[in-house]
Structure formats: C-alpha cells, structure tokens
C-alpha cells in the first residue's frame, strides 16, 4: 500500500519539475513571440522598402511630406504590427542599416503617434528624428505616465479655444503609449477622450463600435471592454532598468 | 603592261590636285562669306541656343534640368487631365543646384539642414504640419512672420481649407530666398520631395495640381524672416 508521505514526495517531485519547466516555457514563448514580431517588422520594412525604391510605385514624386510613401500595402502592413513592432524599428533605427532612415522614422511616428517637436538646432545636436525617437524609445518614455497627468491637468480646466486647443494637441503627441492612463480617465468618466483613443489606433475601437450587433451598449463602455480584450496589441514593454 | 603602270599614277595625281585645290577654294569662300555677311552676335546666338527652345534667363548657379527628369518630376503623366504638375514650370529656367536624395526634403532645407528629412509633425502642435502649427513653430524658433512683399527669407505652400482632397489646411512645401535675384524676378530655392533640389521663379511652383486634379503644393501662405 502507498503511504501518505510517498504520495506527498511524488507530488512535491512533480511540481519541481513540471513548474519551472512551465515557466521557461512561457518565458520561451514570450521572447519567441518577440523574435517573429521582429521578424516580421524586418521583412516588412525591407518590402516596404524596395517597393517605394522603384519611382513608378509613388504616385508624387515630389511629395515633401512623404504621404505618397505611405499609400500601399506595405506600409500598412508595418501599420497593422502595432506597438509591438516598435522595439524592432528603433534596433533598425540603431543599426543604420541598408533602409532609408526616413522610412523608419516615418513607421515609427506613424505607429507610435509620438510628436516630438524638433528645433533645427537640435537637429543637429541629436542626429535629426532618428536620434530624438531613440533618445525617447530608450529614456524619456519612461515618464509618460507623469507627462500624461501633467498634459491633462493643463488641458482639463481650459475653457473652449485656441489655448485648449494646442493643450490637447500636447496630450495627444504623447502618442499611444499614454493609452492605459487614458483608458483610467475614461473609466472615471471623461468621454472627451474617446476620440483620443481613436486617434492613437487609427479608429481601431470606432470601427468596432460601427460593426457591432449585439445588445445595445454605451461607447464608453464599449471601449473599455475593446480595450481589455486589445491592448496586448497596443502596449510596449516596459523599459528595462539598467 | 610596265608602260601603262607607269602611265596611270602620273594622270591620277593630276586629278587628285585639281580635286584638293577645288576644296580648298570652296572652304575659303564659305569662310569669307561667314565672316562677311554673317554678324557676329547671330553667330554667338546660333552656338549659345543650340539645343535650348527659348530665350535662356542668365544662369544662377546650378544647370538646366534635363528633359529627361523634367518630364519624370515637373508633369505628371495620365490620369491628370491637365498633364502638368507645375503647369507655370518652364525648364529652361529650371536649375538643379542639389541632386536627387530622399536623405531631406524640403522643409528641412528651408530651415538649414540637408542630413535628416524633417517629417511634418516634427513641426509640433497638432503634429499634422497645419498652417498654424508651422506658423507657432517658426515664431517660436525666431522667425518673424511677414507679407509676401515683404523681406523674407522663408516661404510655405497650403492648400488653402476647404479644398477638396483630405489635406486642407495642411502645409505641403517650403523654399528658400535663392542667392541668385536676377533679370527683375524674385528667385526661390527648394527640395522637391525625394527629388532634386532646384531654383526657379517663385510663381513657377504656383498653381500645382496632382494627379487627381486637387490642389498639389497649393497656394504660398507663410512668408518668415530669420532675424
């Protein structure tokens, strides 16, 4: 007959070795998800790349904005990587390597919706967007949560006009990293920031909200369950401390 | 047969200077006639235009585009029912001062860089490169706003709001004051796109239209002094 104390070893030996053997695992699984999606972003952006390189693909050839560069597939499909992609975008960034540097730029501030204001002098002084998207990629945004209460305990209590105006263009630049703190105002109940949402996901959630069929729901808590169900899609790791 | 050997050449040598000396006769009348009847500015004239379809302004620096790339930047092929993206564009006084690099466009050459594009929404503000956003950004980095007659070194296109198209309000180019002011006209430099950079007239960029007949470049709109 097997003794209590002999069922309770082999428990204890089972749970040594299948417990961290699922934890690597999910370790694993997680970095490997890390490499397709930087895969991924590599093939993308090197498609993208090539296709825009021959001059018959850009309907303007003198578009100084570059909107001709972005108006194919390929771009959209860097677009549709997400937030995850912009890791492997700034190592391409960093790498310097065959890509224009200002398609990079362009996927990145697209993607990221970070405005970052660039004097000419610090053009120079940073390497021109390309520097100032590392700089913010690998420093500054670790403050976003802070800049995003700040931005909007400047723009809140603003009445309606030009000074409100470019208070919200500020809290919108922070870009689509400040996502989750939006989401916890909108969960206390500021609205006014549902149509943020929709700019930094290029109406992800309003194209949701339009297609919907099922019981009648609010927009608010619309988008708080779209968010839930979403945003593995629209955060970025957080920074590592070094 | 040694005989009528010896004969030949001696009678082929007779022709061959009659020959030479008609030749040269001919020659020095065309000459004479060239140099007494022709005036000398036509013969200048007639060397200096040779291959150009107008009267050439005097050359600031850079050369004249080639037909070749005027053709693939400056008119758009079909569907543009116009068949011209600068309809007032002329290229014979379309001068290329930088080569072809999507390395800057042009608002990055309007404010003195040449070594990274400068992307609209690195002018700040709604980050969409409006007219307002440029405006608080040159203000804010120094520049002095000022009316088109007025002295300015830097000058922005629009296309003006309510136009058709998605980019109303948007600004869409940039240039500088050339160096070169000649022949009464003022003279503007820019980036065209990922394109050459070039000098024209400053209403050559005017009037652009793209492929789907809106507004290209739209209409000059901000006019800066750098103080």
Not at chain 1, 158 to 179: D, F, I, N, P, W
Request: with cysteine; charged share 25%; net charge negative.
């Amino acid at each position: 007959m097997i003794q209590p104390k002999t069922i309770a070893y082999c428990t204890i030996l089972v749970a040594l070795i299948v417990i961290p053997d699922g934890i690597s695992g999910g370790t694993e699984t997680s970095e490997q998800a890390d490499t397709d999606i930087s895969k991924r972003c590599r093939i993308a952006v090197a498609e993208w790349a090539e296709y825009v390189s021959d001059p018959k693909n850009i309907e303007d050839p003198t578009d100084s904005s570059f909107e001709s560069h972005m108006k194919n597939r390929y771009f959209h499909a860097i677009m549709d990587l997400g937030v995850p992609a912009l890791e492997s975008l700034i190592g391409q960034m960093k790498e310097g390597n065959r890509t224009p540097m200002f398609l990079l730029e362009l996927a990145f501030q697209r993607i990221s919706k970070r405005v970052i204001k660039l004097s000419p002098s610090e053009f120079a002084r940073i390497g021109g967007g390309r520097g100032a998207f590392i700089k913010w990629w690998e420093k500054d945004r670790a403050k976003i949560g802070e800049e995003f209460a700040e931005c909007y305990e400047q723009w809140k209590p603003l009445s309606e006009g030009e000074e409100k105006l470019q208070a919200y263009y500020r809290l919108r630049g922070l870009g689509v990293l400040a996502m989750p703190y939006a989401i916890e105002k909108i969960r206390d109940g500021d609205n006014d920031l549902l149509d943020t949402i929709d700019f930094w996901t290029d109406k992800a959630p309003e194209k949701a909200f339009s297609e919907h069929k099922g019981e009648p729901v609010s927009r608010k808590d619309f988008y708080l369950t779209w968010w839930e169900e979403n945003k593995e899609h629209w955060l970025a790791k957080p920074l590592r401390s070094k | 047969m040694t005989k009528y050997n010896s004969t030949k050449p001696n009678r082929n040598e007779g022709e061959t200077a009659i020959l030479a000396v008609s030749l040269v006769t001919g020659f020095l009348m065309l000459l004479v006639v060239w140099m007494f009847f022709i005036p000398p500015a036509e013969q200048g004239v007639q060397i200096a235009y040779a291959g150009l379809q107008e009267t050439p302004t005097p050359a600031p620096p850079g050369s004249v585009m080639s037909q070749e790339r005027f053709e693939a930047i400056m008119i758009a092929p079909d569907p543009n029912e116009n068949d011209h993206w600068f309809p007032n564009s002329v290229r014979t006084r379309t001068y290329v001062t930088g080569a072809a690099t999507s390395t800057y466009n042009c608002f990055a050459w309007a404010l003195g860089w040449i070594y990274s594009p400068f992307e609209p929404s690195y002018f700040g503000g709604s980050g969409t490169g409006t007219v307002t956003d440029v405006s608080n950004y040159m203000t804010g980095e120094g520049y002095t706003e000022v009316t088109s007659d007025g002295d300015w070194d830097v000058l922005f296109w629009a296309i003006p709001s309510g136009s058709s198209g998605t980019d109303d309000d948007l600004v869409k180019h940039a240039a500088t004051r050339s160096s070169y002011q000649g022949d009464g006209y003022v003279w503007i430099e820019s980036k065209m796109g990922a394109n050459e950079r070039i000098v024209t007239r400053l209403t050559d960029l005017d009037n652009s239209i793209n492929v789907s007949g809106n507004p290209h470049y739209g209409s000059r709109v901000l006019y800066f002094r750098k103080d």
